[in-house]
């Protein structure tokens, strides 16, 4: 009997060696453990495909010429099989159980017990630690391959239909899919300041349109340009983001025009009547102030010379710069006392007599030089006694040459 069995083994060691079936020697086919798994089931007849006669350690090695991408995590430390020591070390027969038939399957692990955290490239936060493992991994064989874009799971609540791309958690949470984390558009080219940082999104950023938006202020406020664009695009030149109304443009910087006494205090509409203008407005005095001047255009257009800005009412002309500088009571007489008329009309004269005339008593008998007797600190002479002569105005006559009128010297 033993004889016989020593005689059949050589037999079949002869065919396994000389002998082939179906690409696969008969010896191997005898000595096969049984079926293979579902996954597998096409190499049933190719037993080289993950054996090497006779070399048990090397079947690892072929393991991974199939399974690169395992091999790759393996070797980058990624990953189930790269993150977990036993799975990174073991070979791979210690955990996948081959030969054992279609039906149980190759891994029999419990994932209930699984710590996706360690042991994979992807660790469950917020809701994700709730759901259920099919619910991301539909219909796979393989979880290494599973997507971790949110958009893959989530296509169907994602409200902005793929415009923002697939990078959902740079505004979502795992925790809710409705909280939003506030962005940072202070990233952006275009930072938020004043109530820019208030507004909702949607009011700059309509129809969920998020790339190529104008950052120009009439992009979103030309209804409120009430100089219908006269004044160009570039409203953050006198407006704010704090509010639209209020205007801080720098006039002294910005204009060939600084604002000076009342002028700046006046509301720009003042002087620039029309909000929409196709000119600038005008730098001259008689440019705002026409129906102010009294002089009706007769002192020509330099008001300032004897205008301030501080009050148009007030005069500033220095008198002492021209031919006739003013002294004593001058200085306190009205101008128009002496120019009732524009004095680009009519020239006033800087003898006493031009203006004196009807004050002259001596009736122009002591000629024209008045102020050989008389000052500008008053008209009557200090210490004359005041009679009823024609002569009650001059110097003191010498002594002897009073007229028989009962004065005495």
């Not at 070399?55 to 991408?69: M, T, V």
């Not at 795992?174 to 909702?200: C, I, K, N, S």
């Not at 006198?238 to 000076?260: K, N, Q, S």
Request: charge should be positive; charged fraction near 25%; glycine fraction near 8%.
């Amino acid at each position: 009997m033993r004889g016989m069995l020593r005689l059949a083994l050589v037999v079949l060691v002869a065919l396994g060696v000389i002998g082939v079936v179906h690409g696969e020697t008969a010896i191997e086919r005898l000595v096969s453990p049984g079926p293979l798994s579902a996954a597998h089931a096409a190499l049933e007849n190719n037993c080289k495909a993950c054996h090497r006669s006779f070399d048990r350690h090397a079947q690892p090695a072929q393991c991974l010429s199939c399974h690169r991408g395992i091999a790759r995590d393996r070797a980058t430390g990624t990953r189930f099989h790269g993150l977990t020591e036993a799975a990174r070390q073991s070979d791979c027969r210690q955990c996948h159980r081959e030969h054992r038939g279609l039906t149980p399957p190759l891994v029999p692990q419990d994932f209930r017990h699984f710590d996706h955290d360690h042991q994979s490239a992807y660790a469950l936060t917020g809701g994700h630690r709730r759901t259920r493992c099919a619910a991301c991994h539909v219909g796979m064989t393989r979880f290494r391959e599973t997507p971790q874009a949110c958009a893959a799971c989530h296509a169907r609540q994602d409200v902005h239909r793929g415009g923002l791309g697939s990078q959902c958690h740079a505004c979502h949470t795992t925790a809710r899919w409705r909280d939003v984390l506030r962005f940072d558009h202070d990233r952006t080219r275009y930072p938020l300041t004043g109530a820019h940082r208030t507004t909702a999104c949607l009011d700059c950023h309509r129809g969920e349109v998020w790339h190529g938006v104008t950052t120009q202020c009439v992009g979103c406020h030309l209804r409120q340009d009430v100089h219908h664009g006269a004044d160009g695009r570039d409203c953050a030149t006198c407006h704010g983001t704090a509010r639209w109304r209020t205007i801080r443009f720098d006039h002294d910087r910005m204009t060939h025009f600084p604002l000076h006494g009342a002028h700046a205090t006046t509301a720009c509409i003042g002087c620039h009547a029309l909000t929409a203008r196709p000119a600038a407005a005008p730098i001259t005095c008689n440019g705002c102030h026409l129906r102010d001047d009294v002089h009706r255009g007769a002192d020509g257009p330099k008001c300032e010379s004897c205008h301030g800005e501080t009050s148009w009412k007030v005069a500033k002309f220095d008198h002492n710069r021209t031919a006739f500088a003013l002294t004593g009571l001058h200085t306190r007489v009205t101008c128009v006392a002496c120019h009732p008329k524009s004095v680009d009309t009519v020239k006033v004269g800087t003898r006493c007599i031009d203006c004196h005339l009807k004050d002259d008593v001596h009736k122009a008998t002591l000629g024209t030089v008045c102020e050989r007797c008389h000052k500008t600190t008053g008209f009557r002479i200090a210490g004359l006694p005041r009679i009823s002569t024609p002569w009650r105005s001059t110097m003191l006559p010498e002594k002897g040459d009073f007229p028989r009128s009962g004065l005495k010297d």
